[in-house]
Nanobody
Framework: VQLQASGGGLVQAGGSLRLSCAAS????????MGWFRQTPGKEREFVTA???????TYYADSVKGRFIISRDNFKMVYLQMNSLKPEDTAVYYC?????????????????WGQGTQVTVSS
């Protein structure tokens, strides 16, 4: 699976952004699609994931109630980010995982997009 993320940018605290991730290639057999984020000097952290087939969603506590993950026609995954905070500033990555089981460990994901920068100013 090839992934292409887009939609990052600069926004003021309290604002919204929507990230997109386009999936191409062998998307059949994907089990989870996830979004992760990373800041300099820190490990990549789980943000949210969606079960590719059932549509079940999972969120980190830090974004629950503010972010929404969704998918469209098994080719696009979106991350709607509302009520953004300065601590949401990071490079955001979309990722695909073929196996079931853990959805929050980045090391278990098989394919990654290139990352898109999100900067939230205070």
């Amino acid at each position: 699976v090839q992934l292409q993320a887009s939609g990052g940018g600069l926004v003021q605290a309290g604002g919204s952004l929507r990230l997109s991730c386009a999936a191409s290639g062998r998307t059949f057999g994907t089990y989870y699609m996830g979004w992760f984020r990373q800041t300099p000097g820190k490990e990549r952290e789980f943000v949210t994931a969606i079960n590719w087939n059932s549509g079940s969603t999972y969120y980190a506590d830090s974004v629950k109630g503010r972010f929404i993950i969704s998918r469209d026609n098994f080719k696009m995954v979106y991350l709607q980010m509302n009520s953004l905070k300065p601590e949401d500033t990071a490079v955001y990555y979309c990722a695909a995982k073929r196996a079931s089981g853990s959805y929050y460990q980045p090391s278990l994901y098989d394919s990654w997009g290139q990352g898109t920068q999100v900067t939230v100013s205070s």
